[in-house]
C-alpha cells in the first residue's frame, strides 16, 4: 500500500508546486518514509520547502503552507487523511485502517510475487560475481563477494531486471607462468592428487616469498661481487622461466596448456562444492582466459591502435592516456566526459622525461614483453558483452581497493567507444583478521571451508543446548540452515562500504542481530499458524479491530517494497537485511503484546497479520539466500 501511495503524493506533490507559484523539480527522494509512532511527521514527509525557499529567498515555512494549501486543494490519495506542516516539514498522515486494509490485501494477493516489478522494458545486467582466482582456496574475503553479489543480483532481478550472474574466474596472466614454472620445478603429482588447491598454494607462496627475499638480498648492498651476481642470476632464472611459461601458455602450448587445464579444472571442481552448500549459482563461468585465447583481446588491443586511442611506449607497450578530468561520472553513459585523442599526450610527453613522469594516467593494455594484462581483458569483457548479451549494464562486484583501477578502466571503456552500456564498480570493504590484513601470499588467510565448519559445529552444539527431543540427522538439518544464515546475513548485513575485521567467534554468535534472530522470527509466526485451525480470509476481517501495535507492524509490513526499491537504487543488499531484522523486533514486540490465538477479540485479525508477516518474513529472506525453519 505504501509503494502506491509515495507514488501518488509524488504525482501530488509536483502539481502542488507548480499550483503554488514555484518552480521546481520533484523527484522520487522528494517524499521520504517516517516512524509509523511519529504523530507529528506523519508517515510520509517532504522537506522539499527547504530547498525551494533557499532558491526564492522565502521562509521554508511560507513555502510549505502554500504548498499544502494547493496539496489539499488538489486532493490526496487513497488511504492519505491529512497534509500538515510542522517546522517547514510537509507532513503525510495515513489512515491506519485503510492502510492496514490495503496492506493486508496486496501481500494476501501478491503472496511471493509481493514486492517485486514487473518491467515492460527490463534493463540486461550482467554482472562480475565471486570471481576467485584458480589454483588458490576461497577465503572470506571471496565469501564476502559471492554472498553481497548472490543477495544484490536476486534484489535486481526481484525489482525485474534481467540479470546474468557471470563468476569472473582469475584464471590467466603471468602468475600462472610463475605457478606452471614452480610446478615443474618443484611440484608433485602425489601432492597435487591428495589436495590439489593446497599444494598449487603452496608452490604459488613459495614462488613469492622466495622471489621476496631475493630481491631484499638483492636489494641489500653490502655483498660480494660474485654473491650479488649469485642472486641476480638465481631470481632471474625463476622470473625469467615464469615469464617463458606464460608466453608458451598465450601461444597454446600443449605441455603448458595441459597442466594450467588441470589446475583450472582441480579449482572449479572445490569452488563448486562450496558454491552449492551455499545455495549460489551463476549463469556463465567467463574467465579471463577466455578472452585471451577466443581472440577478444587481439580485438580489443587492434581496436585501441586502429582508432588512436592508445599509443605505444618507447618501450613498445601499449597504453591509453587518462587524465584527472575525465573521472566524474565516466560509468554514465549520460554523463562521461572524456577525449579519445592523443594530441593532449603526446604534448605531456613532450614536456616530461618518461610515460611515468607525464602528467596523465597510463592505462596499460599491452606490456613491453607484448603480453596483455588484466585491463585488457576487462575492456575485452565489455566488447563481449555489448555483442554478446546486448547489454544496459555491466556491474564489477570488486573490493574498494580496487576503486581508482575500475575508475581508470570506465574511462578507458569510454574511449574505446564503448558509450551504450551502464558501467558500475560495487564496491564493498575489505576483509581482515584480529591479527592484521589477509594475504594469500603470505599465507594469512580464512578459507570459507574454515568458517562454514566452525559455523556449523557452533550452530550444532546450540540445537543440543535447547534441549529438543530431536535425533541427530535433524540436528545437521537445522544447525546447517542456522550456520549459513548465521554467515550470509553477517556478510549482507555490515554496511558494504565497511571494512570487516573478521573474527570466527564472532561471526558464528547466534545471539545479538543476526540471521538467526530473523529466522526464529519467523519460526514462531509458523508455530503460530500451525496451532490455529484456520486462517480467515483477508476480506471476511475488520481493520478497525487492530490497535496501535498491530498497525506498526502493518505499516512495516507494508514497507518491503520501498525497501527493495532503496537497495536497487544504492546497488545495495543491506537495507533488507536491516529491515528484516527491524521487522523481526516490531512482529516479536507485537507477539508479547498482543494474545493471538486465544484472544478476547481481534484474534482473527492478528492471525491474518501473523500470516502476512511470515510471508514477507519468507520472501526477504529468499532473497539474502536463508532458509526458513518450521522449528528451532
Known amino acids: 500500500m505504501l509503494s502506491p501511495t509515495r507514488r501518488g503524493l509524488l504525482d501530488g506533490l509536483r502539481v502542488a508546486v507548480t499550483e503554488a507559484g514555484y518552480d521546481h523539480e520533484v523527484d522520487a527522494s522528494t517524499v521520504e518514509l517516517e516512524d509509523f509512532d511519529d504523530a507529528e511527521k506523519g508517515e510520509f514527509s517532504s522537506a522539499l ?15 510549505a503552507e502554500s ?30 485502517e485503510s492502510m ?62 534481467d540479470v546474468t550472474r557471470d563468476n569472473h574466474l582469475g584464471d590467466w596472466g603471468t602468475q600462472f607462468g610463475n605457478l606452471l614454472h614452480e610446478y615443474v620445478e618443484y611440484g608433485s603429482e602425489d601432492a597435487f592428487g591428495d589436495d590439489p588447491i593446497a599444494h598449487l598454494l603452496d608452490l604459488y607462496q613459495q ?39 606464460f608466453t608458451r601458455l598465450e601461444e597454446g602450448d600443449e605441455d603448458a596448456v595441459g597442466l594450467w587445464e588441470q589446475f583450472r579444472e ?10 552449492a552448500e551455499l545455495g549460489v549459482d551463476f549463469d556463465c563461468w567467463l574467465g579471463e582466459s577466455f578472452y585471451a585465447r577466443e581472440g577478444w583481446t587481439d580485438t580489443v588491443v587492434e581496436k585501441a591502435l586502429e582508432n588512436d586511442v592508445a599509443m605505444r611506449g618507447p618501450d613498445g607497450s601499449v597504453f591509453i592516456p587518462i587524465y584527472d578530468d575525465e573521472y566524474e561520472g565516466a560509468g554514465d553513459p549520460a554523463t562521461a566526459d572524456v577525449d579519445a585523442s592523443l594530441d593532449r599526450a603526446r604534448e605531456m610527453l613532450d614536456e616530461a622525461d618518461s610515460v611515468d613522469d607525464a602528467d596523465f594516467d597510463a592505462f596499460y593494455i599491452v606490456k613491453s614483453d607484448g603480453s596483455t594484462v588484466y585491463g585488457t581483458r576487462d575492456l575485452a569483457t565489455i566488447e563481449y558483452r555489448i ?3 546486448d547489454a544496459d549494464q555491466s556491474v564489477y562486484v570488486v573490493a574498494s581497493e580496487q576503486n581508482r583501477y575500475f575508475q581508470q578502466l570506465f574511462v578507458a571503456a569510454r574511449k574505446m567507444g564503448y558509450t551504450n552500456v551502464r558501467l558500475e564498480h560495487i564496491d564493498y570493504g575489505m576483509i581482515s583478521l584480529p591479527e592484521g590484513s589477509m594475504s594469500t601470499r603470505g599465507g594469512q588467510i580464512v578459507t570459507v571451508r574454515e568458517v562454514l565448519d566452525a559455523a556449523d559445529e557452533r550452530a550444532r552444539d546450540i540445537v543440543r543446548e535447547k534441549g529438543r527431543n530431536v535425533g541427530e540427522d535433524e540436528v545437521e538439518t537445522i544447525a546447517r540452515k542456522i550456520a549459513l544464515a548465521t554467515v550470509k546475513y553477517g556478510m549482507v548485513g555490515a554496511n558494504r562500504g565497511k571494512d570487516i575485521t573478521f573474527d570466527i567467534d564472532e561471526a558464528v554468535s547466534l545471539e545479538g ?21 484456520a486462517v480467515p480470509a483477508v476480506d471476511d476481517i475488520d481493520p478497525a479491530a487492530f490497535n496501535d501495535t498491530d498497525y506498526d507492524l502493518i505499516y512495516h509490513l507494508g514497507r518491503y517494497p520501498l525497501v527493495l526499491a532503496r537497495c536497487e537504487e544504492r546497488y545495495d543488499a543491506a537495507p533488507l537485511a536491516h529491515y528484516l531484522l527491524e521487522l523481526a523486533h516490531v512482529f516479536n514486540s507485537f507477539y508479547h503484546k498482543n494474545r493471538v490465538l486465544d484472544a478476547e477479540s481481534a484474534a482473527e485479525e492478528r492471525l ?21 525453519l518450521a522449528e528451532m
Open 100 to 161: 492496514a486494509a490495503l496492506t493486508l490485501s496486496q501481500i494476501d494477493h501478491d503472496g511471493s510475487d509481493y514486492g517485486s516489478t514487473e518491467r515492460a522494458d527490463p534493463d540486461r545486467i550482467i554482472a562480475d560475481v565471486s570471481s576467485p582466482n584458480i589454483a588458490k582456496p576461497l577465503h572470506v574475503g571471496h565469501l564476502r563477494n559471492t554472498i553481497l553479489s548472490d543477495t544484490l543480483m536476486n534484489v535486481l532481478e526481484e525489482r525485474g531486471h
Open 513 to 533: 542481530d543476526t540471521g538467526p534472530y530473523v529466522q526464529y522470527a519467523t519460526t514462531r509466526a509458523y508455530s503460530i499458524l500451525d496451532s490455529a485451525e
Open 67 to 96: 504548498i499544502a494549501e494547493a496539496h489539499r486543494a488538489h486532493g490526496l490519495p487513497e488511504g492519505v487523511v491529512s497534509v500538515t506542516v510542522e517546522n517547514g516539514h510537509i507532513n503525510y498522515h495515513l489512515d491506519p
Open 207 to 245: 614462488f613469492e616469498q622466495r622471489d621476496g627475499m631475493l630481491e631484499d638480498v638483492e636489494e641489500f648492498g653490502a655483498l660480494t661481487d660474485e654473491f650479488e651476481a649469485a642472486i641476480e642470476a638465481e631470481r632471474a632464472f625463476h622470473v625469467d622461466d615464469g615469464k617463458a611459461w
Open 608 to 628: 491474518v497479520l501473523t500470516q502476512a508477516t511470515a510471508q514477507v518474513f519468507e520472501n526477504g529472506l529468499n532473497l539474502l539466500g536463508i532458509e526458513t
Open 266 to 275: 582441480a579449482s572449479i571442481e572445490r569452488f563448486e562444492a562450496i558454491y
Open 387 to 389: 555483442r554478446e548479451f
Open 49 to 63: 520547502s527547504f530547498a525551494i525557499g533557499a532558491d526564492v529567498g522565502e521562509n521554508p515555512m511560507a513555502v
